[in-house]
């Protein structure tokens, strides 16, 4: 049986709390803001979640760590394979 682990992230600290769109090619992607082009985040995706008054506590089912990419003029993104469309996550640079 595989361990669980929780983290706890401030709501400071959270760049994205949404699911995870898909593209016209049937792909996962985020967009964000233009303002974290080049950075990386790590995508969190929760098996539970409890909200706080600080901060969001999530039991993790997956991490990956994923570079920010141009996407147009005003945002980027973060592309995901077409298995994570749909599933709700949570983004956290990698360094703040």
Not at 11 to 30: A, F, L, R, S
Not at 48 to 73: A, F, K, M, W
Request: with cysteine.
């Amino acid at each position: 049986m595989a361990k669980l682990f929780s983290l706890k992230l401030n709501n400071k600290d959270i760049i994205y709390d949404d699911k995870v769109k898909k593209t016209y090619g049937g792909q996962g992607v985020v967009r964000l803001h233009d303002r974290f082009l080049g950075q990386r985040a790590y995508v969190v995706f929760p098996m539970q979640r409890e909200d706080s008054e600080d901060g969001v506590i999530v039991t993790v089912d997956e991490i990956l760590n994923r570079g920010i990419r141009p996407n147009n003029d005003h945002t980027s993104k973060i592309l995901l394979g077409k298995e994570y469309v749909g599933r709700r996550c949570l983004l956290v640079l990698q360094e703040a």
